[in-house]
């Protein structure tokens, strides 16, 4: 019997060790359909696997919160779901730790830009111009067709900021995917911009949430409109609402470890273990946002794969968000949007 008992706390001590060795994260995500596709792929694989629990909770993007936990040095969350402007701020105020790329294998097998000094992208979703081939005798298949009112009569749906409608005039005007930040990084380019969006501004119908756009297009208050491609993916099934790829703008969205996280380690595994190519197929056949590592394109069925921003025809004429630009000139360039937007 004392051998029997022996034994039995010899299992228990081996077993609390295994435990205390796969240390539970709390992560942080935006919620929705985004963190229902991470539990998929990320969160119920890596417990099953053994690797400890996940605490998953989610909040609105607020910077300050993390900052108050790094600045009170009580910071109870392990990792943190950030865009890249956030990411990049962050890092620059100290705010995230820093990772070693090495953890993440050859940065070739990414999407460029996904890997960064505190952060990886996970996910790559576009801001892309939608339309209701109901309403419309021909497909529009560029900017330049989105300010063109006489062949494609109808109210047009844009963003109410100055991030992304800025760069979608410029190219509307004739400036190359490629060129748009060099152009609209001179007051020259700005000013064209701005006298862009004069031709349209009659005919703009502005939105400021996702869901917007698709409840515009499927009414018909609008015949186009720039849209979050996922927010067009997701009633694809029940609309005739189409993507238009060339000239969309896309952006990551990274996990981050806030500066002091405990089991920071422990972390640092999860996000490598989130960017392989298997997790990042389900996650990719769980909502429509393309994988940041490109290896899972081909793990991903052609029916997905035409919904996907990372796909190599759709991203071919896409434009990365230039992070740094928009951390320089977003404030004065949004106010110089709304003072134009309120004439």
């Excluded at 300050?64 to 865009?83: F, G, P, R, Y």
């Excluded at 749906?157 to 100055?162: I, P, S, V």
């Amino acid at each position: 019997m004392l051998k029997h008992l022996k034994l039995t706390a010899l299992t228990l001590g081996l077993f609390a060790a295994s435990q205390a060795m796969a240390a539970d994260l709390t992560v942080i995500s935006f919620g929705g359909a985004n963190k229902a596709a991470q539990v998929k792929a990320f969160y119920e694989p890596w417990e099953k696997a053994g690797n400890g629990k996940i605490v998953a909770g989610e909040y609105n993007g607020e910077m300050a919160k993390v900052k108050a936990m790094v600045d009170t040095k009580s910071v109870s969350w392990n990792l943190v779901e950030v865009e890249s402007p956030e990411l990049a701020r962050g890092c620059d105020e100290g705010m995230f730790e820093e990772l070693d790329p090495a953890l993440f294998g050859d940065q070739a097998d990414y999407v460029p830009g996904a890997i960064q000094p505190c952060g990886v992208g996970f996910f790559v979703w576009s801001t892309v111009m939608a339309y209701n081939a109901d309403k419309l005798k021909t497909a529009p298949t560029s900017w330049a067709d989105f300010w063109d009112t006489k062949q494609f009569p109808g109210k047009r749906g844009l963003r109410k900021g100055a991030k992304y409608t800025l760069e979608f005039a410029l190219m509307a005007d004739g400036v190359a995917p490629k060129d748009v930040y060099k152009v609209l990084g001179t007051k020259e380019g700005q000013d064209r911009a701005f006298k862009k969006l004069d031709e349209l501004k009659p005919s703009i119908q502005w939105w400021e949430a996702g869901a917007q756009p698709p409840q515009y297009l499927a009414s018909g208050d609008v015949v186009m409109s720039s849209a979050y491609n996922g927010r067009i993916a997701a009633v694809q099934k029940e609309s005739n609402l189409k993507v238009v790829w060339n000239g969309g703008i896309y952006d990551f969205d990274a996990w981050a470890i806030p500066k002091g996280a405990k089991n920071a380690e422990e972390a640092k595994k999860f996000i490598a273990y989130s960017v392989k190519p298997e997790q990042q197929k389900i996650y990719s056949e769980n909502i429509a946002y393309g994988p940041a590592n490109s290896k899972a394109v081909a793990l991903l069925s052609d029916e997905i794969k035409k919904d996907m921003p990372t796909t190599p025809e759709n991203i071919a004429n896409q434009v990365q968000i230039d992070v740094a630009f928009w951390a320089d000139n977003s404030e004065q360039l949004e106010q110089r949007f709304n003072a134009w937007a309120a004439k």
